[in-house]
């Protein structure tokens, strides 16, 4: 059991202890000039006491020498601390091409998770040691926040947009898991944990619960990945009436268009990501492919957010089998 | 000092201006100039402003520190609009450069086949953006 | 205090010199808090605009280019009858004070009233946002985001007339009663910036709002 | 009314029976004054009276908070009790506190002026202040409001189920009254000095109070508009913010902290002017670096308006826009950094007496570094990742808020209590409730620093057990706080019949405001002062310091 008294909190995952050593860092300066600060002020005061009521001490001689000095010394330890940052927090943004993706739904107030085979649950996250894992993240109401502490880790889950967090598992165990944003009543209700397994037991934990209620109460068909689902309903939704393979088809061929850049009818080029597939689908006119007819349908209100994440998963997964994008 | 009294010449002079320019930001409106048509609106429009403030409202006979008062607010605006947008116009940047295709399960040939494809992706992007 | 004190210097201040630039000073500060006050709306605008440029121009184009040219030439028209009810303070031409100042509150009203058709036209057409926001085809809701941002500007904006007016009719009573003269005048300057300032305020909102993507 | 007490139970020093608070004693004559002396009276009993609700909310929760399970409240009651707390003590106690009261009282005096230039809109000013606040009362009263005080979007808009669009209206209405009063500021800085009275002769108080009114005017439009942006969305039912409209909930955020971080310099500057007057007067010095302090107090409203974003690493805005903000951000620290400095530098080689209102000066000295100091942990992108929004950021605000904003406020409170009652405090019982209050403050608000960095996310009315301990030791401070204030308080209404009585210049200070006499006459002057030297011109003899001369036809303005 880990200690509030530590100076750190439990360091699970790969970054957590890079983030420590910086804090680590910035608290060896804060203290160093606090203590300064207060040894300075406490020793003049002490030493240059008011002695007798007709004290006059001569004005002080200022000549800016000292205050330039000071700052230009404070400037670059703070450029130091800025870069350091700014850093690892590129790091902590740019999750590892073979990162394992979780969907997240917060709604208020619970969170949804949904992992690669399909395999649902809520307010538990279960995580193989030692693999990267990305979590893909949208809210079906108000801003929530996805925290670990542990992990360092934490993103705003925001509606109607994907945001992400990454992290790499270094310590099996229990670790908690909070909301931070705050999001109604129950806002402080909003937690959970994140169980980190080893991998071969969370193979078995995988298996043994595709079947579980969970994940058929949340809509899929049992065990069903979301790829699956996406495929299943990419067909039933109509959407391969237009995007198929055939060359006189009315929508773009959507294989392998993840991650490429398209160009829109107003010249402007875009990088498919989650959010432009989103967007695409939602709400088809925003943007339109160049040389396509803006008559796509508008999905938005028909599907709802873990159907889209799943015609997303989808049309991802595209880029994978297809060789023809 | 504004003790200065503008002649109604002038006044009349700057209200004629001002509709001249109304009557042009309208008739250019209807040409087609691509995103030039915003820029030059917005042109004419500060032209007009330029024009009110200076002779309505008098700031070209007024002491320097209004001067600094007016431009403050400018800038100030500047700020507002230039940082909110450096968030808005540079979202999709690191976008781009995080999204890589993501298999759903990390099988064998997936990742291989991922490798190759950010390898593609990477010389594509170095393409791209140099 | 003194005997150097006339009427209409106020006893915090030493003479009337000192009195006259702080007025226009006082004014040219609310002026740039005027100018955030809008502008936050203005950086709504141009966040959206770039997201949603084909929403906005076809919500500009349900706008009457008409009445909003109209109401540009009627605000600047009210412009120049308030610089010279200003310049009739500074001559000490009463009648002409009033005269002006009566002409500009009319043109005020008048753009109001134009406003005022102008809405109403939108009611009908389901203009308003919220539930009953009706508006074919799938920019819809961007639409509506557009129409926020007219309602809420244009509104904001016809506040501040409808407060000038308030405002006006004060200056009017009193320049009536030949309460400014060459001597004292920074009431008629005061309110003749701020109404100058609504009016610049309506410069960038005809082309923004009515002119977009025209072509 | 309470008003009213304030007017008759102030004693009438023996000798000068005319002063500005014997000048009327009638309710009327408090609420029609245009005496900007007065104004700050009503001011400070106004916003006492909204410490104290912002208090008494604050040690409501923190009980609450002994437990995990926060067996004392419901969720919503404690959810309405944090958001009040920081609304009230935000926008109706710290925002106004030391501009609209001890500014307000000092200003003209310090500027050896009559008054400021727009009396009637000073007045007009707190009117509209109690106008919002009562407002915001009402809301909190019937319905309470929900939202914390940031109001993020679409939660405000679309899903809290209280009061929000009254407590909005109050807080856009209190802006106004802020705008009135920076706006009386800068034209009465600019227009009415005394003569001789050139810029660098100015105060460092009053360099500060320019700074702050400056932010004030610039920034709080921004939040107006965007109050009323919520109020069109919320009420009207208008998409601006809601996604499901297509509306961006990030562009609230940044519209928000686009004032809302200006406004911590609002809450600070103003203390950081006093803790100049304070030091310089304990240490009968002029302030080490005069200028450098004046214009890192421009420095400091300047570039915290390029800064907001820092509030805004996790949001999903763009990391680099991230990066400029939280680049921004460290050079607000250098200004702030060289300030401490040279207070530092003026005790060296000082005559220093340890006093109340200089030990408030140290608590904020001491206080505000770390409080300053735990801002960078907070600007570095990587840390605030891991911090935002826990308990951290908490104790980070209130050690700049509380150790910096009030202390410096109650520094400058007895600093210049004799100024404004003409009544001493009892010495000894200040210095006692000085360290009451230091130690209170101190165990209340570290412990939570540690609570952050574990993980103990803000707003949570439930927490996980391992926090119990360290909240448990925040809300014994808590108390031993509320002690201190409770002291403070009584000796202060105590002093205002039972004091010693004050003569003008109690401390031995410089400054016109001790030239004239305590409390001061309702014109301030009997003779408008001619200034001849600098500020703090401790080794000019007290006599020859300012000549007083009659009043001149003509000066420069
Ligand atoms: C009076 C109010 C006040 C003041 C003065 C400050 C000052 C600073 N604040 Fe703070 N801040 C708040 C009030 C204030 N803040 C509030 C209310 C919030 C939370 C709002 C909410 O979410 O509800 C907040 C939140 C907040 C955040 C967002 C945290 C988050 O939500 O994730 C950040 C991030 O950068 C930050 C940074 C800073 C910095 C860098 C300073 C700097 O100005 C500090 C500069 C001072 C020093 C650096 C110390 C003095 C220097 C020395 C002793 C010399 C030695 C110095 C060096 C070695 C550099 N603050
Ligand atoms: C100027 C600003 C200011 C001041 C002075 C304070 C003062 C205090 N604050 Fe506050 N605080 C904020 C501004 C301020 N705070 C803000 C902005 C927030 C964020 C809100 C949000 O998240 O939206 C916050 C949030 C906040 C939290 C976090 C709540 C949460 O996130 O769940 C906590 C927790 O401990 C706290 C505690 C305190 C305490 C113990 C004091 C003490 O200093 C108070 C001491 C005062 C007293 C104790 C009053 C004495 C009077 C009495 C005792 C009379 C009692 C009378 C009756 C009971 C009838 N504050
Ligand atoms: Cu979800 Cu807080
Ligand atoms: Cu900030």
Redesign the pocket.
Known sequence: MNSVFNLFPEQASSISSEIDLLYLFILIVSVVFTLLAAFLVIFFAVKYRRRSEDDRPEPPHADSKLEIAAGAFLLVLLMGMFFWGAKLYFKGNRPPSDAMEVLVTGKQWMWKLQHPNGKREINTLHVPLGVPVKLTMTSEDVIHSFFIPAFRVKNDVLPGRYTQVWFEPVKAGRYDLFCTE?CGNEHSRMVGWVEVMEPADYERWLSIGTTAAASTAAGGGPGESPVDAGARLFAELGCVTCHNQNSGALGPNLTGVFGREETMTDGSVVTVDENYLRESILNSQAKIVAGYAPIMPVFKGLINEDQLAQIIAYIKSLNDNGTDG | MSHHVVGIKVYIAIFLSLMVLTGLTVWVAFINWGFMNDVVAMSIAVLKMTLVVLFFMHLKYQARLLWLIAGAGVIWLMIMFALTLSDYRSREWIESAFTRPVPWVASEEAATYQAEQMKAQESEDAGAHH | MSDSHPSHLAHQFDHVEQQRQASTMGIWLFLITEIMFFGGLFTGYIVYRTMYPEAWTAGSHELDIALGGFNTAVLIFSSLTMALAVHAAQVSNRRNQVLFIAATMILGLVFLGVKVVEYSAKFEHHLIPGPNFHFPGDIGTHVQLFFSFYFTMTGMHAVHMIIGEGIMLWLLINAAKGRYHKDYYNPVEVVGLYWHFVDIVWIFLFPLLYLIGRH | MTMNTVATDNPVPAGSEKHYLTNGHTLSSWLFTVDHKRIGILYLISLVVF??????A?????LD?MTPAGDLLRSET?NKL??M???V??FF??IP?IPAVLGNFLLPIMLGTRDVAFPKLNLLSWYVFMAGGLLALFAIVFGGVD????FYTPYSTMYANSNVILAVCGAFIAGFSSIMTALNFVVTIHKMRAPGLTWFRLPLFVWAMYATSLVVLLGTPVVAITLVMIFVERLLHFGIFDPALGGDPVLFQHLFWFYSHPAVYI?ILPSMGVVSELISAFSRRRIYGYKFVAYSSLAIAVIGFFVWGHHMFVSSQSVYAGLIFSFLTFFVAVPTAIKILNWTMTLYKGSVSLQAPMLYAFGFLGLFTIGGMTGLFLSTMATDIHLHDT?FV?AH??YV??GG??MGFLGGLHFWWPKMTGRMYPEGWAIFAAIVIFV??NL??FP?FQLGYHGM?????EYASQFQIL?VM??A???I???G??IM?GYLIWSLKFGKVAGSNPWGARGLEWETTSPPPTENFLVTPVVKHEAYAYDVPSETSDVQEPRPEQHNV
């Open positions: 705050y | 410490f104290l609700l912002g208090g008494a604050a040690v409501l929760f923190r908070l404690y944090f958001t707390h920081g609304i003590m935000i106690f710290l506190s939202s914390g005080w940031t809450m308990y908490v605000f209130h808020m509380v904003g009030v209170g403050f209340t608000f939570q996310p803000r707003r949570y009315h909240h925040s809300t401070g808590a108390s706080l509320g002690f204030y409770l308080t």
